[in-house]
């Protein structure tokens, strides 16, 4: 089963970037299974997909993000990221990584989240 | 982007009741529908995959049925631990989108 775990700071400047990361343990991040994600959640509402990446560095995001995010991999130390520019207060959020196992599938592993706010 | 539209937004019910949540795709997605449970701070939880695979360790309780642009998700005698928030999402393609989500209150 695998466990993913979030991490990066709590707070963020406006204008400066975001950058988190999710660490994989009880598989490989260059398992060929999965898909890894980046999802958010404004405090109290939904969920919104940021985008994916797959261990060959394909990766796709969010139409209303995608200027702004680059999700990638990092074999060495078994993680992915995500790295987001220019944050806002709309940017303020709890990020969950989590997994997928291509088009017609759920997200089936999630992490706990982690909370960012966007504050001077 | 595919919209997914979920009613009710928010429902009470009593211990024992049965459940329907509704979730309406803007273009039809065959059966790529997922169903997920959130309690508060916590992430969320898949219950029903593919429209009405029932995931591994969900209680036999949970339904889930529909196709092209129509889903429900059924829980059939509400258990005190159901009561959380759901999300549809639809993973025909992405941009991978959720309904805005039904809350599930105990009256």
């Known amino acids: 089963q695998v466990q993913l775990q979030e991490s990066g700071p709590g707070v963020v400047k406006p204008s400066q970037t975001l950058s988190l990361t999710c660490t994989v343990s009880g598989d490989s991040i260059v398992s060929d299974i999965y898909y890894w994600s980046w999802l958010r959640q404004p405090a109290g509402k939904g969920l919104e997909w940021i985008g994916r990446v797959y261990t060959s560095g394909d990766t796709k995001y969010a139409s209303s993000l995608k200027n702004r995010v680059t999700i990638s991999v990092d074999t060495a130390r078994n993680q992915f990221s995500l790295k987001m520019t220019s944050v806002t207060a709309a940017d303020a959020a709890v990020y969950f990584c989590?997994?997928?196992?291509?088009?017609?599938?759920?997200?089936?592993?999630w992490g706990q989240g982690t909370a960012v706010t966007v504050s001077s | 982007d595919i919209q997914m539209t979920q009613s009710p937004s928010s429902l009470s019910a009593s211990e024992g009741d049965r459940v329907t949540i509704t979730c309406r795709a803007s273009q039809s997605i065959s059966t790529h529908v997922n169903w997920y449970q959130q309690k508060r701070g916590k992430a969320p939880k898949v219950l029903i995959y593919a429209a009405s695979g029932l995931q591994s360790g969900v209680p036999s309780r949970f339904s889930g049925s529909g196709s092209g642009t129509y889903f429900t998700l059924s829980i059939s005698s509400l258990q005190p631990e159901d009561f959380a928030t759901y999300y549809c999402?639809?993973?025909?393609?992405?941009?991978?989108?959720f309904g805005q989500g039904t809350k599930l209150e105990i009256k």
């Open positions: 989590a997994t997928f196992r291509g088009s017609g599938s759920p997200f089936d592993n």
């Open positions: 999402q639809q993973s025909f393609n992405s941009p991978y989108t």
